[in-house]
């Protein structure tokens, strides 16, 4: 199973909803990362979790709650957003962390995407 | 300074021709990765192919192949005998490693359109 699901695939929501985004992987991979892309943009690089541990938040809004409950899954709980959050929110997945110097694959698979609209 | 700059924001090819999309790179890690992905209109980015800081070829993905030039820090894909379904935007990233984990840098992204 090299797949990487994800739900919804599309969400609307007001501002003041509170709504999450989920995402799954069988593959045993220990490290996994959300994006937030905008239209013709690369995706943006949010969060990154490490053995089920944050490593990396790149200084995202409080509004948005990452959580990793196993290995396996992965959720962004949306809270109060505001509508120049709409975008393609993307979440992927990768062997594991790597080690410095070490030569490793570390494909990142990537799911279909959410679609969010914030009105 | 760009980690990934993909200098192309939008490439024409005619069908069955092939095309280069250019990516250049910015590391001063000895150990990294660089891949190339596509992502059609849909929204799914799709890997295509991948080249190891270490490996000594270049890459090859059955019409995908990667012009790694490893002293001018370029990582060009070259798609040979395109087909409408290559209409696509592509970008290239590169994977470091840090003490916190791999980190992936994504270039601009170059649009591609195959003309019938």
């Known amino acids: 199973d090299t797949e990487v699901t994800q739900t919804p695939k599309h969400l609307v929501m007001g501002m003041t909803n509170k709504k999450s985004l989920k995402c799954e992987q069988h593959?045993?991979?220990?490290?996994m990362y959300w994006y937030k892309q905008k239209a013709k943009k690369p995706p943006e690089l949010m969060f990154v979790?490490?053995?089920?541990?944050?490593?990396i938040n790149e200084s995202v809004p409080s509004r948005f709650s990452p959580e990793c409950p196993n290995s396996s899954l992965l959720n962004l709980h949306l809270h109060a957003l505001q509508p120049e959050d709409s975008a393609l929110y993307l979440c992927?997945?990768?062997?594991?962390?790597?080690?410095?110097?070490?030569?490793?694959?570390?494909?990142?698979?990537f799911g279909p995407g959410t679609r969010l609209t914030v009105l | 300074a760009q980690k990934i700059t993909q200098t192309q924001p939008g490439m024409f090819v005619q069908e069955k021709e092939a095309v280069t999309l250019d990516c250049t790179y910015d590391?001063?890690?000895?150990?990294?990765?660089l891949f190339w992905y596509k992502q059609p209109s849909s929204g799914e980015m799709i890997f295509l192919i991948y080249?190891?800081?270490?490996?000594?070829q270049n890459a090859t993905e059955g019409r995908y192949s990667l012009n790694f030039q490893k002293a001018r820090k370029s990582a060009n894909l070259v798609i040979s005998a395109s087909q409408l379904g290559d209409s696509a935007m592509y970008f290239c990233?590169?994977?470091?490693?840090?003490?916190?984990?791999?980190?992936?840098?994504f270039g601009t992204g170059t649009s591609l359109t195959v003309i019938p």
């Open positions: 992927a997945s990768s062997q594991g962390p790597g080690l410095a110097g070490g030569q490793d694959y570390n494909e990142q698979f």
């Open positions: 593959m045993g991979h220990r490290a």
């Open positions: 979790y490490s053995y089920e541990k944050l490593s």
């Open positions: 590391t001063s890690d000895p150990s990294y990765g």
């Open positions: 080249q190891g800081s270490y490996d000594q």
């Open positions: 990233a590169m994977r470091e490693a840090s003490n916190t984990g791999n980190q992936f840098y």
